[in-house]
């Protein structure tokens, strides 16, 4: 019975494993020739990946990443600290798991007689610190990029240098109005008002009617324009557009404040200030 056992094993081995297999202890199509052919490729490779290990480009991060959410320059510096902030958590953990992998490999290697086990894992110790060294550097690189553009909005936009959670919360009223004509725009653009726009219009102080007519009047002289001369106004128009918006319609939030109860919207002595 024990006999008959170890045969079906095998058998079923044979089945759900390629290991019995002999002929798959070897390449199909590689041989040496090609394998030394890759082998002289590698430093190209190695060399040339150190430019694209981050996760985003600068240029994507620039003029994506950020310009995404680009409804006031609070909203984009915040942006950029995410960023930061995530990224650093990463390589808070990159550096760890280094740093641990280097102490168990001097520990291996102060061993006299090692296990043949304890041999490919120090192999293994060693691969994953050459290679955990370029997404590292990938990463400080990133957080060096965000630094330059998080210093280039502060200067371009006067922005000080001392910020604080009250000056972030006192810019949020352009973010909004901003925000909500642009959802505006891409709303007619697709032929409809949009039930979300027109709550956010309303929670502002806005008459989403009134919104939503003015949008079309903007979208009805760009087409005009484009009609007339076969060449639409550049995105500066747009940007004037939203820029024209906030300063119209800035002080509408407190009508809506009112109606519900509030004398304003920001308790500023729970708010983060900093100490000049």
Not at 182 to 194: E, T, V
Not at 204 to 229: E, F, L, R
């Amino acid at each position: 019975m024990s006999d008959e056992l170890t045969v079906q094993h095998k058998d079923f081995n044979a089945i759900i494993t390629k290991a019995g297999d002999p002929n798959n202890l070897t390449f199909k199509t590689i041989d040496e020739k090609a394998l030394v052919e890759i082998n002289e490729w590698m430093p190209e490779v190695n060399k040339k990946v150190a430019a694209f290990q981050k996760q985003n480009s600068q240029t994507t991060s620039s003029l994506m990443s950020l310009n995404m959410i680009d409804a006031g320059p609070y909203r984009v510096l915040r942006q950029i600290l995410a960023q930061v902030e995530k990224k650093r958590s990463a390589l808070k953990e990159n550096l760890y798991n280094l740093e641990k992998s280097k102490l168990k490999h001097q520990e291996l290697s102060e061993k006299d007689d090692l296990s043949p086990l304890e041999h490919l894992e120090m192999k293994k110790m060693e691969c994953d610190i050459i290679d955990a060294q370029g997404p590292i550097e990938a990463a400080l690189k990133e957080l060096g990029a965000l630094k330059r553009r998080y210093e280039e909005i502060c200067k371009n936009k006067k922005i000080p240098i001392n910020w604080d959670e009250e000056d972030f919360e006192n810019a949020e009223i352009e973010h909004h109005i901003k925000s909500m004509f642009r959802n505006a725009i891409r709303d007619k653009l697709q032929g409809s008002c949009n039930i979300g726009t027109m709550e956010y219009f309303e929670q502002y102080g806005i008459n989403p009617i009134t919104a939503y007519a003015i949008v079309d009047g903007y979208i009805a002289t760009v087409q005009q324009m484009i009609h007339k001369q076969n060449v639409g106004p550049g995105i500066e128009s747009h940007y004037q557009f939203l820029d024209s918006m906030y300063e119209r319609f800035k002080d509408s939030y407190k009508i809506a404040a009112e109606r519900i109860g509030l004398n304003s919207i920001v308790s500023s002595d729970f708010l983060m200030k900093e100490v000049n």
